[in-house]
């Protein structure tokens, strides 16, 4: 049959609205696009900073505390002492020397000052550390003090002058009993030491020369004014011939004056002392004619 134009749409109208009801009445129905549901807004967690950290507390200014050996009110230019071998002292007033303490800290400890031979050079000073008192037995109770001169000859008439200043500055920065100050030289320094000795006796408690003589233009009656209550050792090397005759007269004439003087040939000796010779001689001669124990020849205290 056909339908014309009119007929054709009202039955597409019809179909339509009978395909709508039975869609509707059996649910399937197309979905309509969903819409994505709107997440709520997170608000971030804003990150913290740490701290700052606190500014550190200033640490208090140390009181100075004296090293040992050193008294309280030393002088600030002395250099802190060491233990263990001799320690060279540069850059003070009185420097260069060398100093070794005595291992245990002792404010009343004794000093020895002892001059080296040749021209007083830095190793003249250590080789008498080495032979004459590194292996004697009671060097540890103490102080040795080894002047030598840097490019100046020490034993010149104001160079050796500054053995006097040595021991004032040595006593300031390290202590020790000033009246137990023991003098002591080496050939050219023993020669040194019997010179300072007469010139202020009151500083040193003895006098060693390994060996020593004093001034050819000196006297006994002199040597007497200087050492009467003190004591000296006039020691020399067995076979050394050029010096035991002088220092035998030294010892004679101290003797005749009332002196008290002690003669040492060191045995299988010459003139320089080597590394053989047992220093123990020395240190016992320092340890009984310490001040006050000085006997004349006859056996008596004083006698000059």
Excluded at 69 to 80: E, R, S, T
Excluded at 158 to 174: G, H, P
Excluded at 181 to 206: E, I, K, Y
Excluded at 222 to 246: I, M, S, Y
Aim: hydrophobic share 35%.
């Amino acid at each position: 049959m056909n339908m014309g134009p009119v007929q054709w749409r009202a039955n597409a109208l019809l179909g339509g609205a009978v395909m709508a009801a039975v869609l509707s009445a059996c649910g399937s129905a197309a979905p309509a696009a969903s819409t994505p549901s709107a997440q709520p807004m997170q608000t971030p967690t804003p990150t913290l900073a740490p701290p700052p950290a606190p500014a550190p507390t200033p640490e208090p200014t140390p009181t100075p505390t004296p090293a040992p050996w050193m008294p309280a009110g030393a002088p600030q230019y002395c250099v802190a002492p060491e233990k263990g071998q001799p320690q060279e002292v540069l850059g003070t007033p009185r420097g260069p020397y060398f100093v070794r303490h005595p291992a245990e800290d002792n404010p009343n400890a004794p000093t020895i000052v002892f001059l080296g031979g040749g021209s007083g050079s830095r190793r003249s000073a250590q080789r008498v550390w080495t032979n004459y008192l590194a292996g004697g037995r009671g060097v540890d109770d103490f102080r040795a003090v080894l002047p030598y001169s840097d490019g100046v000859e020490y034993y010149d008439a104001s160079e050796s002058q500054r053995t006097f200043k040595i021991v004032d500055e040595v006593l300031a920065c390290y202590g020790g009993d000033a009246g137990q100050v023991h003098l002591a030289g080496f050939s050219n320094g023993g020669h040194v030491a019997f010179d300072l000795m007469l010139q202020r006796p009151g500083l040193f408690a003895t006098l060693l020369g390994a060996p020593g003589e004093f001034p050819q233009d000196t006297t006994p009656e002199q040597w007497a004014k200087a050492l009467c209550g003190r004591a000296v050792f006039n020691g020399v090397g067995a076979v050394d011939e050029d010096w035991k005759p002088g220092v035998q007269a030294t010892h004679e004439g101290l003797v005749r004056m009332g002196v008290d003087s002690v003669y040492v040939e060191f045995g299988g000796q010459g003139h320089s002392l080597n590394e053989a010779f047992d220093e123990t001689v020395f240190f016992d001669f320092w340890r009984v004619h310490g001040p006050g124990k000085a006997t004349s020849a006859t056996g008596t205290k004083g006698g000059c």
